[in-house]
Structures are given as structure tokens and as C-alpha cells.
């Protein structure tokens, strides 16, 4: 991809650059000069991964449209519809995000409070019901969940992916954890990456809290 890519970019007179990642090298990343700069916590990359541990399934097609378009009247803005991952399995992805991080109490990479952000808007579009019905779903990401990112807890216990999604799932963090949290989720805030829905943090620990309490029922 990264020859396509880079013979693209030259093609239109793009200024970006391109650079693979990570220790397999299956991550390539497009750093770009943007237009406007926030307060630096989203950064001006976009990571494109190429690993071979996601299964894709279950995915279905949905119509994407550029958040740009009703706000600009005069210029049509292109559509698609690609093939996506099923909201109901990245419920469950980002649930067992949520899980990890209660267990080990530290915040993994940059904007990790998206996934509480996702689960409560998740819950509210009525994905996350659907979602947890499907408990074949749920086993099926536990268990790959424990072939590909077996993960260990703040004691250095394994985490037990299967447990979760039974009756031992976790999506609030104790402590000082719950406040590094919601400090990430105020500098998302204040970057502007959420300008047109902005829920509190207790709003949305308050949502999770409930989807944990059905989870584990």
C-alpha cells in the first residue's frame, strides 16, 4: 500500500508523509500539515492498520456521507458504502477495552476514553441491547480475545476474557484510575473532537455503570 499511497500523494501535489510502525511493521502512518491546530491532543496522523488478528466478522455494508456536507451548500460531497465491522461486534471490542483498562488501571494510548464515549452512545442507538443478546457474539470475541490480546491485570493476573462476558465484566475504573479517565475525556473536550454532542463524563460513567450492571445479569 505504502508505494500506491506515496504515488497518489505525488499525483495530486499532497504534502504528507508516510512511515510504517510498530514492531511487525503492519501499521502505516499518514502525517499531514493541518489546516487548523486544536490544542495538540489529536494529532494530525492517521494510522492505517494492516495486522492479520482481526477476524471481520461480522460486517455488513452502511452508508457513510461527510459531516461537512449540510453545513456547505453548493458542493457535493462523495458517498460511500464500505464494508465495516457490525456496530454489535465493536460493542463488545470496546467493552473488553473498558474491561482491561479497569483491571490494570492504566490508560493504554492517546484518547482512551473514546470507548466509553462509543459504549454510551452505543447504548442510547440501541446497539449495546443488541449487542448483548448476542451472547454467541460475545463468546466468539472473548475467546479471540484470549488467542490474540491475552493481557494481564495490575497484580499480573491473566485476564479472563470468557469471565467478562459472563457476570465479571468491569466498564467503571476505581480510584485514581476514574480520574485519569475523565481528565482524557476533558482534553478531548477542550481539542474540539466532539463539537456536536458533548455529554458530560458523569453522564456517560453513568450510562456504562448500567451497561455493566446488564452485562453481568
Given at each position: 500500500?505504502r508505494?500506491?499511497l506515496?504515488s ?12 510504517l510502525a ?8 499518514l ?7 486544536g490544542?495538540g491532543?489529536?494529532?494530525?496522523t492517521i494510522?492505517l492498520?494492516f495486522g492479520g488478528r482481526?477476524?471481520g466478522?461480522?460486517?455488513q455494508r452502511?452508508?457513510v456521507?461527510c459531516d461537512?456536507?449540510p453545513?456547505i451548500?453548493?458542493i457535493?460531497f462523495?458517498t460511500?458504502r464500505?464494508?465495516?465491522m457490525a ?6 471490542e ?5 474491561h482491561?483498562?479497569?483491571?490494570q488501571?492504566?490508560l493504554?494510548?492517546e ?5 466509553w464515549?462509543?459504549?454510551?452512545a452505543m447504548?442510547?442507538?440501541g446497539?449495546?441491547?443488541?449487542a448483548?443478546d ?7 470475541v ?5 488467542m490474540?490480546?491475552?493481557e494481564k ?7 479472563d476474557?470468557e469471565a467478562?462476558v459472563?457476570t465479571e465484566i ?7 484510575a476514574?480520574n485519569v479517565?475523565e481528565?482524557?475525556y476533558t482534553?478531548?473536550?477542550e481539542?474540539g ?8 463524563f ?16
Open positions: 500500500m508505494p500506491i506515496l497518489a500523494l505525488q499525483r495530486d501535489g499532497l504534502e504528507a508523509n508516510l512511515s510498530s514492531n511487525e511493521k503492519e501499521k502505516l502512518m502525517l499531514y500539515e493541518p489546516i487548523k491546530f490544542t491532543y489529536a494529532a494530525s494510522q492498520e482481526a477476524t466478522e461480522p460486517h452502511h452508508a456521507a461537512m456536507a453545513a451548500h453548493g457535493e462523495p460511500a464500505p464494508l465495516v456496530a454489535e461486534r465493536t460493542f463488545w470496546k467493552a473488553m477495552a473498558a482491561v483498562y479497569c483491571r488501571g492504566r493504554r494510548s484518547r482512551y476514553s473514546r470507548h464515549y462509543d459504549l454510551a447504548a442510547n442507538s446497539h449495546a441491547q443488541a448483548i448476542d451472547l454467541a457474539l460475545a463468546r466468539s472473548a475467546k479471540h480475545k484470549s490474540f490480546f491475552a491485570d495490575a497484580e499480573r493476573n491473566p485476564i476474557y467478562a459472563g468491569q466498564l467503571i475504573p476505581d480510584g485514581s476514574l479517565l481528565k482524557d482534553a478531548m473536550l481539542d473532537l466532539l463539537v456536536t454532542h458533548q455529554p458530560s458523569a453522564d456517560i460513567i453513568s450510562t456504562c455503570a448500567e451497561l455493566e450492571s446488564l452485562i453481568n445479569r
